[in-house]
């Protein structure tokens, strides 16, 4: 995509996500843990393959936002609410690089394109689970 390329790798995330749960895919709370990590691994040899005249996190690279909004929902029930919630805290966490996200993202390294996204993931899904707590104790969700 010509312009949000990181948005749009993340709503494939979300839509690959969908489709597995709507097809009764997502049974096992290892699916998509164990997804994340194949995908983070096929995702790191991708980019290590790459031409040498591609800038380091070029834009054309959106497998690291799949596998970082796949981190967000890592032991989430799915829902509808949860996905969308996902894709934004991820979206959010992604752009604003906080707690050291930012640091990994300067490394410029083959494995820092991943893992500053997972490292997204894992503070959005955080989040998330804060967000479905504290909704849920004041009876919203």
């Known amino acids: 995509m010509p312009f949000a390329p990181g948005t749009w790798g993340t709503l494939v995330g979300n839509l690959i996500i969908v489709a597995l749960w709507q097809m009764q895919l997502l049974s096992s709370i290892w699916i998509i843990p164990i997804l994340t990590i194949l995908f983070s691994l096929i995702g790191y040899w991708s980019i ?14 959106v497998i690291d936002e799949v596998v ?3 981190a967000t929902l890592i ?3 799915i829902s509808w609410k949860t996905i969308i919630l996902s894709f934004i805290l991820f979206r959010i966490f992604d752009i604003w690089k ?35 707590l504290l909704l849920t104790s004041y009876g919203i969700w």
């Open 68 to 70: 970082g909004v796949w």
């Open 48 to 61: 290590t393959q790459l031409p040498k005249d591609w800038e380091h996190d070029d834009q054309r690279i």
């Open 98 to 132: 906080p707690l050291g996200i930012r640091r990994f993202d300067n490394l410029k390294s083959d494995i820092s394109v991943i893992v500053d996204d997972l490292l997204a993931g894992v503070y959005a899904n955080i989040a998330l689970r804060g967000l479905l």
């Open 75 to 77: 032991f989430i029930p």
